[in-house]
């Protein structure tokens, strides 16, 4: 059997996790010299790049001194927990990544209490070393604390530890001393990282993730646990619901560098492998399906996965505007999207709702479903989302929702303004610790508390960080919405006139020149609580007096843009966000204005 270490690399969201597997690839001499790679190789996705995180985890690897050494790409944010749940089952160690400066953050340890709960040994990076005011020793202790904390076992606690930085290029026994490149790194993988544990018995293969072809269709990856695999084998595949199904492996390969070779000889116990299975086109294989010995197949136990904290209504665009921008705007096209990703993305669940038009869409998180949100307004589609809810559990007769660790590192001279702004959320403060110039401030706050972004009144400083904890005793309402909201009065193009007129009722989401709809959301009213109908498509009437140049001569104050996670934030009960592949609108859910009235008088509302 060839010498294979398996690992996974985890870090918290921007501590230069993916930069570290880039270096990894460039040590082990995968590019030629001359070879542009660009940065961040294994960020592939349009998405993941612009937001500067790993969404969907990656599966490389590398040659070094006789070893192969699968690197799996992780991703760091806790919406992503059904990834990385999945992908940690295929390793037998890990390298986590932190930040010299800011130390382990909450989903650094979101990830490592998964990591050593799978008994996996890790390797510690303190990375961006170079950073300034930052102290490399205190937080190899913070690190060895945490472990400790989460419940590490002796083996787990004696961790290696390398300084480095994954941007210069270097890693090193000690922080003060800059090295060559990362080789440090990589004898300290084969030395520590063991070598694949493999049962005796027969074939057994978790598919912990799927790939897709469009020339071979779907292709299963998993870790080979027991046995061996063959192109051509007969198998069983055991399903999560205890169906078994006789099939045979069609092709089989394994990761090289950054692709996937086709493989005749047998796959060994140990391995990570994709195989591509001939099944009949009703019989799809799923994640967390086992591959077995054809005659005595043996499943193996089904990943467990986070639970879902957050629900989102999920609709056709009904619009007036429907249709104008988007290729896939029907109810099935939603349908068949939504379930094809519920086929790979373990963390969501999809229920159906009284209408065909609509469904329940739950998933871990407002960045866990505003993902998925844009990456389907990229392929094309028109959709409309309702305001994001969490879910409510009973537990013991009592009602509960889901509560959150939050962490935020801010300027000094904002601490007391963001604890004021979480306490109002039901937010209760933790610990509270300087960092050079910046507090970071520990809270455990509703999961509903979250939703409304903190960002704005720290100037864009705050740096927040949050993961689920636990189910609690429900804490009592919040004032969400203190304003209410300024609604197009007509459908046309909004007009300098119109704006400059009203820019007393409110700051505007519109600029003059854009299309607007009767009871669309086109700013927010200071008037608390209060809903105002305006009518912004009017332009001057023109005199012999007054020429149209007059009208240029109007002044707007700048329109404010949000992005897709601040409008899905910001919407209402009673407002829809209608997303399209060029734009975001908010809207009332019922358009016409004497109707909506109706609908607030039988809800027992008094409209002033």
Same mark, same amino acid.
């Given at each position: 059997?060839?010498?294979?270490?398996? /690992?996974? /690399?985890?870090?918290?969201?921007?501590?230069? #996790?993916?930069?570290?597997?880039?270096?990894?690839?460039?040590?082990?001499?995968?590019?030629?010299?001359?070879?542009?790679? %660009?940065?961040?190789?294994?960020?592939?996705?349009?998405?993941?790049?612009?937001?500067?995180?790993?969404?969907?985890?990656?599966?490389?690897?590398?040659?070094?001194?006789?070893?192969?050494?699968?690197?799996?790409?992780?991703?760091?944010?806790?919406?992503?927990?059904?990834?990385?749940?999945?992908?940690?089952?295929?390793?037998? $160690?890990?390298?986590?990544?932190?930040?010299?400066?800011? $130390?382990?953050?909450?989903?650094?340890?979101?990830?490592?209490?998964?990591?050593?709960?799978?008994?996996?040994?890790?390797?510690?990076?303190?990375?961006?070393?170079?950073? *300034?005011?930052?102290? *490399?020793?205190?937080?190899?202790?913070?690190?060895?604390?945490?472990?400790?904390?989460?419940?590490?076992?002796?083996?787990?606690?004696?961790?290696?530890?390398?300084?480095?930085?994954?941007?210069?290029?270097?890693?090193?026994?000690?922080?003060?001393?800059?090295?060559?490149?990362?080789?440090?790194?990589?004898?300290?993988?084969?030395?520590?990282? *063991?070598?694949?544990?493999?049962?005796?018995?027969?074939?057994?293969?978790?598919?912990?993730?799927?790939?897709?072809?469009?020339?071979?269709?779907?292709?299963?990856?998993?870790?080979?646990?027991?046995?061996?695999?063959?192109? %051509?084998?007969?198998?069983?595949?055991?399903?999560?619901?205890?169906?078994?199904?006789?099939?045979?492996?069609?092709?089989?390969?394994?990761?090289?560098?950054?692709?996937?070779?086709?493989?005749?000889?047998?796959?060994?116990?140990?391995?990570?492998?994709?195989?591509?299975?001939?099944?009949?086109?009703?019989?799809?294989?799923?994640?967390?399906?086992?591959?077995?010995?054809?005659?005595?197949?043996? =499943?193996?136990?089904?990943?467990?996965?986070?639970?879902?904290?957050?629900?989102?209504?999920?609709?056709?665009?009904?619009?007036?505007?429907?249709? #104008?921008?988007?290729?896939?705007?029907?109810?099935?096209?939603?349908?068949?999207?939504?379930?094809?990703?519920?086929?790979?993305?373990? =963390?969501?669940? !999809?229920?159906?709702?009284?209408?065909?038009?609509?469904?329940?869409?739950?998933?871990?998180?407002?960045?866990?479903?505003?993902?998925?949100?844009?990456?389907?307004?990229?392929?094309?589609?028109?959709?409309?989302?309702?305001?994001?809810?969490?879910? /409510?559990?009973?537990?013991?007769?009592?009602?509960?929702?889901?509560?959150?660790?939050?962490?935020?590192?801010?300027?000094?001279?904002?601490?007391?303004?963001?604890?004021?702004?979480?306490?109002?959320?039901? $937010?209760?403060?933790?610990?509270?610790?300087?960092?050079?110039?910046?507090?970071?401030?520990?809270?455990?706050?509703?999961?509903?508390? !979250?939703?409304?972004?903190?960002?704005?009144?720290?100037? %864009?400083?705050?740096?927040?960080?949050?993961?689920?904890?636990?189910?609690?005793?429900?804490?009592?309402?919040?004032?969400?919405?203190?304003?209410?909201?300024?609604?197009?009065?007509?459908?046309?193009?909004?007009?300098?006139?119109?704006?400059?007129?009203?820019?007393?009722? %409110?700051?505007?989401?519109?600029?003059? $020149?854009?299309?607007?709809?009767?009871?669309?959301?086109?700013?927010?009213?200071?008037? *608390?609580?209060?809903?105002?109908?305006?009518?912004?498509?009017?332009?001057?009437?023109?005199?012999?007096?007054?020429?149209?140049?007059?009208?240029?001569?109007?002044?707007?104050?700048?329109?404010?843009?949000?992005?897709?996670?601040?409008?899905?934030?910001?919407?209402?009960?009673?407002?829809?966000?209608?997303?399209?592949?060029?734009?975001?609108?908010?809207?009332? !859910?019922?358009?016409?204005? /004497?109707?909506?009235?109706?609908?607030?008088? =039988? =809800?027992?509302? #008094?409209?002033?």
């Amino acid at each position: 059997m060839q010498n294979i270490r398996n /690992i996974a /690399i985890i870090a918290h969201v921007d501590h230069g #996790k993916t930069t570290l597997v880039d270096r990894m690839l460039h040590q082990a001499k995968l590019f030629r010299d001359n070879q542009e790679t %660009g940065e961040l190789i294994l960020d592939n996705n349009d998405l993941e790049r612009e937001r500067g995180i790993t969404i969907l985890s990656k599966n490389v690897s590398v040659r070094y001194k006789g070893y192969k050494i699968n690197i799996i790409d992780t991703p760091g944010h806790s919406d992503f927990g059904g990834e990385v749940e999945r992908v940690l089952n295929m390793a037998d $160690g890990v390298l986590l990544v932190v930040d010299a400066f800011e $130390g382990p953050m909450p989903q650094t340890r979101f990830v490592l209490q998964k990591a050593i709960e799978l008994g996996l040994k890790p390797i510690v990076v303190i990375n961006k070393v170079d950073k *300034p005011n930052c102290d *490399p020793e205190l937080t190899q202790e913070a690190v060895f604390d945490l472990m400790f904390n989460l419940g590490a076992n002796n083996d787990q606690l004696e961790f290696p530890t390398a300084y480095g930085s994954a941007k210069q290029g270097w890693m090193g026994e000690d922080w003060n001393t800059p090295t060559e490149d990362i080789s440090y790194l990589m004898d300290l993988i084969i030395e520590h990282i *063991p070598a694949p544990k493999t049962d005796e018995g027969t074939t057994q293969m978790m598919i912990s993730s799927l790939d897709f072809s469009s020339y071979l269709g779907r292709i299963a990856v998993g870790r080979l646990h027991r046995g061996t695999l063959q192109a %051509g084998q007969g198998i069983t595949l055991a399903k999560r619901d205890g169906t078994m199904v006789k099939t045979k492996i069609k092709e089989l390969y394994v990761f090289e560098g950054l692709g996937k070779e086709r493989i005749k000889t047998p796959v060994e116990a140990g391995e990570i492998c994709a195989a591509l299975m001939d099944l009949d086109k009703n019989m799809a294989f799923e994640i967390g399906d086992t591959i077995c010995d054809v005659d005595k197949p043996e =499943a193996l136990p089904p990943i467990k996965v986070d639970e879902p904290t957050m629900s989102m209504l999920f609709t056709i665009n009904n619009s007036p505007f429907f249709g #104008k921008e988007g290729k896939y705007v029907t109810s099935r096209h939603l349908r068949d999207r939504l379930f094809a990703e519920l086929e790979k993305n373990l =963390a969501m669940r !999809i229920e159906e709702t009284g209408s065909p038009d609509s469904l329940l869409v739950y998933g871990r998180g407002i960045m866990h479903l505003s993902v998925l949100i844009e990456t389907m307004r990229r392929e094309g589609y028109e959709l409309q989302v309702g305001q994001p809810k969490v879910i /409510i559990r009973e537990i013991e007769g009592q009602k509960c929702e889901p509560i959150e660790q939050l962490t935020i590192l801010v300027p000094e001279e904002f601490s007391s303004k963001v604890i004021d702004v979480v306490t109002r959320r039901k $937010g209760e403060v933790g610990t509270i610790d300087t960092k050079g110039d910046r507090v970071q401030l520990d809270f455990t706050i509703p999961s509903r508390g !979250i939703i409304n972004t903190l960002l704005t009144a720290t100037n %864009g400083e705050a740096i927040i960080a949050h993961r689920f904890l636990e189910f609690q005793p429900w804490k009592g309402d919040m004032d969400d919405h203190k304003y209410g909201a300024l609604i197009a009065k007509e459908t046309g193009e909004a007009t300098a006139y119109s704006i400059s007129k009203l820019q007393d009722r %409110g700051p505007f989401f519109i600029e003059p $020149g854009d299309h607007v709809y009767a009871g669309e959301v086109i700013g927010e009213s200071l008037r *608390p609580g209060n809903d105002i109908v305006i009518n912004v498509v009017t332009a001057k009437n023109l005199t012999n007096m007054r020429s149209k140049s007059a009208d240029d001569k109007s002044t707007c104050s700048p329109a404010i843009k949000m992005s897709l996670e601040e409008a899905m934030e910001y919407i209402r009960e009673d407002e829809y966000l209608e997303i399209t592949p060029s734009n975001l609108r908010i809207r009332k !859910i019922i358009l016409d204005e /004497i109707e909506r009235k109706r609908a607030r008088i =039988a =809800a027992g509302y #008094k409209d002033e």
